[in-house]
C-alpha cells in the first residue's frame, strides 16, 4: 500500500470539486445555503432525502415553508437568521416538516456564509428523530414510574398508619413510622427532579431537614457532592433519623441549639473518591450514649457499613452529639446497600 508523500500538500476542502463530492454524498445530513433573505439557494441530496423535496421544488423557496405553522408565526426563522448574522452561528433543534406533512425531529446549526460575492447563510441538519422519540418514550416511562412509585408509598403509609390504629399501636410509633415514610418520599422527589439521575447532597440535606428548620439553626457547608439514588435515599433517611433525635432528646430541643451539617470529598491513593459528612450538634442537653441501641441507630449503622464500604460513627461527646459518615463515591459496588432488616 503506498502511501502519500510528506512534501505533498494535503487536499484543500475549499477545492470546489472536492467541496461538491462532499456534499453530494453527506446523504445523512441536510445542507442547504441561503441567501441573505433567507431564501434557499443551494439544495443537497442529503436535504432532498431528509426534507422530500427535489432541487427544482424548493429551490427559490423561502426557508420557512420547513417550519411548522406555529415557528412560522412567530417567526423563529427569522430570529435563527438574525443570531448567526449577529453570533455566526446559531443552533438549530426542534420539529420540522417533510414534505408530505409529517414532522421529524431535526438538529443542526445555521451560520453565516460570507465567500467572495456570496453573502448568505449555510444551514447543516440531520434527522436526529429516532433518538427523539426513543427519548421521549423514555421519560413517558420514567414519569409513569414516578406516578405508580409515589401512589404505592402513599398507600404503603395509609395501609401502616390504618393497621398500627386498628393493633392499638402508641401514637409515637405511628407518627415515627409516617415521618420516616415521608422522609423517603421527600428523596424520592428529589430524585424525580433529576430524573433518577441521581441527586444533589446540599439539596437531599435541605430537603429532609426543611421540615425541622423552621424557628430552628442548621448550618450547611460543602462542596458540590453528587450521589446515586441509593446513597440519596440512604443519606435522607439516615439525616431524617439524626433531627428526629436531636428534636427529642438532643440540640433542637432547646432554643439555643444548633446543628452544624459539614462535608468534604477527597481522593485515596487509587484516585477513588470518597465523601466525610459530619453532623455536629451544640448548644443542647448533656448527651448520654443510650442504654441501648435504638432503630434509628441501627439503621443509620447499616446504611453505611458491610460491603457498602463506608462506615458511620456516632460520638455522645458532652457538647453534643456528633455523626460521622464516610461514604465512597466512585464505584456501583462502593454503593451503601439500605438495609432496614435486624440481624
Not at 233 to 247: D, G, I, Q, R
Not at 273 to 285: C, D, T
Request: glycine share 10%; aromatic share 6%.
Amino acid at each position: 500500500m503506498g502511501m502519500r508523500d510528506a512534501t505533498t500538500p494535503p487536499p484543500d476542502l475549499r477545492d470546489p470539486v472536492i467541496a461538491d463530492l462532499i456534499v453530494a454524498n453527506a446523504r445523512e445530513y441536510a445542507i442547504i445555503i441561503l441567501d441573505e433573505d433567507g431564501v434557499i439557494t443551494v439544495w443537497s441530496p442529503g436535504a432532498e432525502r431528509i426534507f422530500g423535496y427535489e432541487p427544482e421544488e424548493i429551490v427559490g423557496h423561502p426557508v420557512a415553508e420547513l417550519f411548522v405553522p406555529s415557528d412560522v408565526a412567530a417567526e423563529a426563522y427569522v430570529l435563527e437568521l438574525e443570531v448567526a448574522r449577529a453570533q455566526g452561528r446559531a443552533e438549530d433543534s426542534r420539529w420540522h416538516l417533510h414534505k408530505d406533512g409529517r414532522r421529524f425531529w431535526g438538529n443542526g446549526a445555521t451560520m453565516r456564509l460570507e465567500t467572495g460575492n456570496r453573502r448568505g447563510f449555510l444551514k447543516i441538519m440531520r434527522d436526529e428523530t429516532t433518538s427523539k422519540r426513543a427519548d421521549e418514550q423514555r421519560v413517558l416511562l420514567l414519569n409513569e414510574l414516578n406516578h405508580r412509585i409515589k401512589n404505592t408509598l402513599a398507600t404503603v403509609q395509609g395501609i401502616a398508619e390504618q393497621t398500627l390504629r386498628a393493633g392499638q399501636v402508641d401514637h409515637r410509633t405511628r407518627e415515627n413510622l409516617t415521618e420516616r415514610l415521608l422522609a423517603l418520599s421527600k428523596a424520592h422527589d428529589v430524585l424525580v427532579d433529576e430524573n433518577w439521575a441521581g441527586a444533589d447532597l446540599e439539596t437531599i440535606v435541605r430537603q429532609t431537614l426543611g421540615p425541622h428548620a423552621e424557628g430552628r439553626r442548621f448550618d450547611l457547608d460543602g462542596p458540590p457532592v453528587r450521589l446515586n439514588p441509593q446513597q440519596a435515599v440512604s443519606l435522607s433517611l439516615t439525616l431524617h433519623e439524626l433531627a428526629t433525635n436531636a428534636l427529642k432528646y438532643g440540640s433542637l430541643s432547646s432554643e439555643e441549639g444548633t446543628v452544624a451539617v459539614t462535608w468534604n470529598v477527597a481522593l485515596d491513593g487509587q484516585g477513588r473518591r470518597h465523601m466525610n459528612l459530619l453532623w455536629s450538634e451544640s448548644g443542647g442537653p448533656p448527651v448520654y450514649k443510650p442504654e441501648q441501641t435504638g432503630f434509628g441507630t441501627r439503621l443509620i449503622t447499616r446504611h453505611f457499613g458491610g460491603e457498602s464500604g463506608g462506615s458511620a460513627r456516632l460520638v455522645y461527646a458532652s457538647s453534643g452529639l456528633r455523626c460521622i459518615l464516610e461514604l465512597p463515591l466512585s464505584g456501583p459496588e462502593e454503593t451503601p446497600i439500605l438495609n432496614l432488616h435486624g440481624p
